[in-house]
T-cell receptor, first 114, second 115 residues
């Protein structure tokens, strides 16, 4: 069975400080893993994707994520937060076998303080 | 680059009415997915189509139906609307044939309000 756990429902950081959004997954097959961002009243935008080519994945807007198989984690990081990063972030796992099915985490709301 | 198009962007209906949501996938994408996102919730998978055939089914109520047409656009038909159907409905598309990729690209969503 596949599942995604986002460990923090809310994260608050100050502008210019690092961001860490945590995600753990379980998957029976080789997973594809994604991070999407959703700004208020907007659609879901793809930040980055892991597909087994490299464990450290760089995405848009300075975000990156590291796939750690031993820890079944795919945490999202950014060295320096910007006010425009305030949004909700979803970690998603796609099954390796029936990979047209997405499993969403419950989301992490990122607040960036001036 | 062309993105997923959804129409309408906003829809207001009364209880027991019907609604039709439309989705136009990215050109050359053969797979369409529908999701429902309630207030404060994560998106819930409803149904998907690959090459005009239903490929997977999630938590879609029997009152809802969907199809994918020959031009790959998809429509989600919702009947006997209930207050609880008020949500943001996302469509996503991907390419599972051809240049195969499981990345789903999401449209901006249709916000349905049932009064």
């Amino acid at each position: 069975a596949q599942s995604v756990t986002q460990l923090d429902s809310h994260v608050s950081v100050s502008e210019g400080t690092p961001v860490l959004l945590r995600c753990n997954y379980s998957s029976s097959y080789s997973p594809s893993l994604f991070w999407y961002v959703q700004h208020p009243n907007k659609g879901l935008q793809l930040l980055l994707k892991y597909t087994s080519a490299a464990t450290l994945v760089k995405g848009i807007n300075g975000f990156e994520a590291e796939f750690k198989k031993s820890e079944t984690s795919f945490h999202l990081t950014k060295p320096s937060a910007h006010m425009s990063d305030a949004a909700e972030y979803f970690c998603v796992v796609s099954e390796g076998y029936n990979f047209n099915k997405f499993y969403f985490g419950s989301g992490t709301k990122l607040n960036v303080k001036p | 680059a062309a993105g997923v198009i959804q129409s309408p962007r906003h829809l207001i209906k009364e209880k027991r009415e019907t609604a039709t949501l439309k989705c136009y996938p990215i050109p050359r994408h053969d797979t369409v997915y529908w999701y429902q996102q309630g207030p404060g919730q994560d998106p819930q998978f409803l149904i998907s189509f690959y090459e005009k055939m239903q490929s997977d089914k999630g938590s879609i109520p029997d009152r809802f139906s969907a199809q994918q047409f020959s031009d790959y656009h998809s429509e989600l038909n919702m009947s006997s609307l209930e207050l609880g159907d008020s949500a943001l409905y996302f469509c996503a598309s991907s390419s599972l044939g051809g240049v195969r990729s499981d990345t789903q690209y999401f449209g901006p969503g249709t916000r349905l309000t049932v009064l």
